[in-house]
């Protein structure tokens, strides 16, 4: 298996539906198309952002042929396959890989998670990583699963040839530290939320997957760059400038702010699936206050 890169900034980009509820590809590849104008180095499609449990088979499927439609080439798609069973997880890899996915992205099952040891746990992600046809990206989001997967186990997982890295959004960065110090050199650690880029890039994270990147790309970009020419004050007063936004479009009101925020910015939000439901005024009139704060005001470069 071709060794892959993530170096690099991607916003994992949420799934667009219409005033009636079904997919909208034509906005999918249109927010792709505004969003490629930013050096990215690529985009995750079908992430916890991504609505992923909301969707049909079809509908999944439906929405990586869309997004591979408008990323362009040198720009990867990483795709969300993870399902809440290793048949159903291999399928849907294999179907990302038909059409064009560059790699999978592979939550673990959680329903069962008294079951989830870390004998069943390694168990299923080499079994995936056995059949998949592209690399496979381990994806810990413990606000989302109630399971936080820990170091040793991560580790375990690691040791497959097929298994190139970890989404981590859990925000331990002492564990981020301690699987970038004892996985192999290919093995890349992506931070899973930019409320703490820069100290898991300063414990050896390659990059990260970012929702606050949908609605501002150049800001993460900048922490990034900043990071890397060492300009750490200036980095950390960016990094200290996007918590409160990325707070406010993740953990406090989620996919709802996201979407709206895309909105406002010139970027098609639109509704969530139901049963989620959108934001009232109050909230909006809040994140609104808290975009503006942080300099998030104008819309995406059209």
């Given at each position: 298996?071709?060794?892959?890169?993530?170096?690099?900034?991607?916003p994992p980009l949420p799934t667009s539906f219409n005033e009636e509820g079904a997919l909208f590809?034509?906005?999918?590849?249109?927010?792709?198309?505004?969003?490629?104008?930013?050096?990215?180095?690529?985009?995750?499609?079908?992430?916890?952002?991504?609505?992923?449990?909301?969707?049909?088979?079809?509908?999944?499927?439906?929405?990586?042929?869309?997004?591979?439609?408008?990323?362009?080439?040198?720009?990867?798609?990483?795709?969300?396959?993870?399902?809440?069973?290793?048949?159903?997880?291999?399928?849907?890899?294999?179907?990302?890989?038909?059409?064009?996915?560059?790699?999978?992205?592979?939550?673990?099952?959680?329903?069962?998670?008294?079951?989830?040891?870390?004998?069943?746990?390694?168990?299923?992600?080499?079994?995936?990583?056995?059949?998949?046809?592209?690399?496979?990206?381990?994806?810990?989001?413990?606000?989302?699963?109630?399971?936080?997967?820990?170091?040793?186990?991560?580790?375990?997982?690691?040791?497959?040839?097929?298994?190139?890295?970890?989404?981590?959004?859990?925000?331990?960065?002492?564990?981020?530290?301690?699987?970038?110090?004892?996985?192999?050199?290919?093995?890349?650690?992506?931070?899973?939320?930019?409320?703490?880029?820069?100290?898991?890039?300063?414990?050896?994270?390659?990059?990260?997957?970012?929702?606050?990147?949908?609605?501002?790309?150049?800001?993460?970009?900048?922490?990034?760059?900043?990071?890397?020419?060492?300009?750490?004050?200036?980095?950390?007063?960016?990094?200290?400038?996007?918590?409160?936004?990325?707070?406010?479009?993740?953990?406090?009101?989620?996919?709802?702010?996201?979407?709206?925020?895309?909105?406002?910015?010139?970027l098609y939000g639109g509704p969530t699936r139901h049963p989620v439901q959108p934001l009232e005024k109050e909230t909006k009139e809040q994140l609104t206050?808290?975009?503006?704060?942080?300099?998030?005001?104008?819309?995406?470069?059209?």
């Open positions: 298996m071709a060794g892959i890169s993530l170096n690099g900034i991607f590809q034509e906005m999918i590849r249109s927010n792709i198309e505004r969003l490629c104008q930013y050096p990215l180095t690529g985009f995750l499609i079908l992430g916890s952002n991504g609505e992923l449990v909301m969707l049909s088979e079809k509908e999944k499927v439906m929405a990586l042929e869309a997004a591979r439609e408008a990323i362009p080439e040198g720009t990867l798609m990483l795709a969300g396959t993870g399902g809440q069973s290793t048949r159903e997880t291999i399928w849907l890899t294999r179907e990302a890989a038909r059409t064009g996915a560059d790699a999978a992205m592979v939550l673990h099952p959680f329903y069962y998670k008294g079951l989830m040891t870390p004998k069943a746990l390694v168990a299923f992600y080499h079994s995936v990583a056995d059949a998949s046809e592209i690399p496979v990206i381990v994806y810990n989001m413990p606000a989302n699963t109630g399971m936080d997967l820990d170091a040793p186990t991560i580790l375990q997982i690691a040791n497959h040839p097929n298994i190139v890295g970890l989404k981590d959004s859990g925000g331990n960065v002492a564990k981020m530290a301690q699987v970038t110090g004892q996985a192999g050199s290919d093995f890349q650690v992506l931070a899973g939320s930019a409320g703490f880029l820069l100290p898991a890039l300063s414990v050896g994270a390659v990059g990260g997957i970012l929702a606050l990147a949908n609605i501002a790309p150049r800001q993460c970009l900048d922490i990034m760059e900043l990071f890397i020419r060492g300009d750490l004050k200036a980095a950390r007063s960016l990094q200290q400038r996007m918590v409160a936004p990325n707070g406010a479009v993740t953990r406090r009101w989620g996919v709802p702010a996201l979407k709206y925020a895309m909105d406002q910015l010139g206050g808290i975009l503006k704060e942080a300099g998030i005001t104008t819309g995406l470069a059209s």
